[in-house]
T-cell receptor, first 113, second 113 residues
């Protein structure tokens, strides 16, 4: 089975721009979660989608949004980028039955200049 | 509020030694405690997980010890190998239909040959 894939792998943007990141989960997985990883804050939960519905949301501003498509692929969008948004954005997929093993992708490294 | 506290931040052990990483949690609603291993340039990968109904779980050289009354759990890596050099994250989640994981801030383990 192919693993979780994320595109693009690297991205450079400037302040004020917006960005869209994509995540393709493992085939058959219906849950996709997004995390932000930074050296200072570690891994922080952004949101989770299950069957196209947002099931949970972390403590991030409304500039961070996401969606999930009928094929379980997910996108996250960050609008009006700030320098502090520079991070590794990870998505994880699972069957979605709660507390199942989550499989992480390699992440998208976002640098905001 | 940091819900899962992890220590130490970094750890250096000699090949063949025992690596011990500790975590403490605050929320008694947590009932699933996984450990993830992350190599540079990769996403985290599940190593081993435990639920509060057992006090210890062993998989190969990796053991989780769990102390429910103290709200603490730890990862022990026996016979540590240079290939174990990575960053380790403890995490916790609670029942409720969401896959949200709350992570500790990570421990960078270096195993010297």
């Amino acid at each position: 089975k192919a693993g979780v894939t994320q595109t693009p792998r690297y991205l450079i943007k400037t302040r004020g721009q917006q960005v869209t990141l994509s995540c393709s989960p493992i085939s058959g997985h219906r849950s996709v979660s997004w995390y932000q990883q930074t050296p200072g804050q570690g891994l922080q939960f952004l949101f989770e989608y299950f069957s196209e519905t947002q099931r949970n949301k972390g403590n991030f501003p409304g500039r961070f949004s996401g969606r999930q498509f009928s094929n379980s692929r997910s996108e996250m969008n960050v609008s009006t980028l700030e320098l502090g948004d520079s991070a590794l954005y990870l998505c994880a997929s699972s069957l979605g039955k709660a507390q199942e093993t989550q499989y992480f992708g390699p992440g998208t490294r976002l640098l905001v200049l | 509020q940091q819900q899962v506290k992890q220590s130490p931040q970094s750890l250096i052990v000699q090949k063949g030694g025992i690596s011990i990483i500790n975590c403490a949690y605050e929320n008694t609603a947590f009932d699933y405690f996984p450990w993830y291993q992350q190599f540079p340039g990769k996403g985290p990968a599940l190593l081993i997980a435990i639920r509060p109904d057992v006090s210890e779980k062993k998989e190969g050289r990796f053991t989780i010890s769990f102390n429910k009354s103290a709200k603490q759990f730890s990862l022990h890596i026996m016979d540590s190998q240079p290939g174990d050099s990575a960053t380790y994250f403890c995490a916790a989640s609670k029942k409720g239909g969401s896959e949200k994981l709350v992570f500790g801030k990570g421990t960078k383990l270096t195993v010297n040959p």
